[in-house]
């Protein structure tokens, strides 16, 4: 009987030594991985980032440009970098519209950009982006020319939007606004790529186009049956209205140019830009409807 007390005893003490050597080797397991995590992490933490990559809708914006803009950002701790102070620097740069920055374990950056829509040149020193925003930026850049407008401050999306308008309805006769101006008592007057310029006063602006568009072709024809000169290209009597006011309520009033004194080295352009020398030899016909 008391062997058989003994024996157990001794197999309990040998259970509880099994044991508890298991849960010390469990411990020691769990402390070691712990300082080796710990270890890995801290050096891990202190790892530079090494690769920065740039993307997005960048016709304008440059990478050297962005790479530029972080030189005051220090990038030696991936994850002490701050992704809201890059996309502030980053942001500052004139032709970027928007910028979204995010750190991708466990040492890159990635950069999405996308560049401001130039839609027209504003007031000779902006540029209107698609949702009538002015921004600066380098003109240079552009990839084609743009419609120029000028207006008072705050007006900037009145302006496009009414260019959009009265644009699609130019189209109909193969006509474009090159510039468009509105006057502080927001008056318009349009200028035409084939030179022409519409006054359309401040009200009834699509219907005083319409009538523009209906009666144009009857002002072309006028100008195709005048008598020509020897040496008048057929070009040049075309390009020979100076302006349509519009400002009528049932017809419109032409000026004409002189083009008749003008040298035939001055090309169409400039004969627009120096119009304004023979007002005193314009004369003025009134279309009625």
């Not at 401040?202 to 186009?209: A, D, G, L, N, T």
Request: hydrophobic share 45%; aromatic share 10%.
């Amino acid at each position: 009987m008391k062997n058989k007390q003994s024996i157990s005893v001794n197999q309990q003490a040998l259970s509880f030594g099994l044991g508890l050597g298991f849960f010390l080797c469990v411990l020691i397991s769990l402390i070691s991985i712990a300082w080796w995590l710990t270890n890995t992490l801290m050096d891990k933490e202190n790892l530079p980032v090494k690769s920065v990559v740039i993307s997005g809708e960048m016709p304008y914006t440059k990478r050297d440009e962005v790479l530029a803009a972080m030189n005051t950002i220090n990038l030696g701790n991936f994850f002490k970098v701050d992704v809201n102070e890059i996309q502030s620097q980053v942001s500052a740069l004139p032709w970027v519209y928007s910028v979204a920055v995010r750190k991708q374990w466990p040492n890159e950056v990635k950069i999405y950009i996308v560049d401001q829509t130039p839609v027209a040149l504003w007031n000779g020193d902006f540029i209107l982006n698609q949702f009538g925003k002015a921004f600066q930026a380098d003109t240079r850049k552009l990839k084609q020319a743009l419609p120029k407008f000028f207006g008072p401050e705050g007006s900037e999306l009145l302006a496009l939007e009414n260019f959009i308008n009265l644009n699609d309805l130019l189209e109909y006769r193969n006509l474009a606004i090159d510039e468009l101006v509105l006057s502080e008592r927001f008056s318009w007057k349009l200028t035409l790529n084939d030179g022409v310029m519409l006054n359309l006063g401040r009200e009834e602006r699509v219907k005083r186009v319409q009538r523009f568009m209906d009666l144009y072709p009857l002002i072309k024809t006028h100008l195709e049956q005048q008598p020509k000169q020897k040496n008048n290209h057929k070009k040049q009597l075309k390009q020979a209205v100076d302006y349509i006011d519009l400002r009528y309520d049932t017809g419109l009033a032409v000026g004409w140019k002189s083009v008749a004194n003008l040298p035939l080295s001055i090309n169409i352009q400039k004969q627009q830009k120096t119009s304004h020398i023979f007002m005193l030899l314009t004369k003025e016909f009134t279309f009625n409807v």
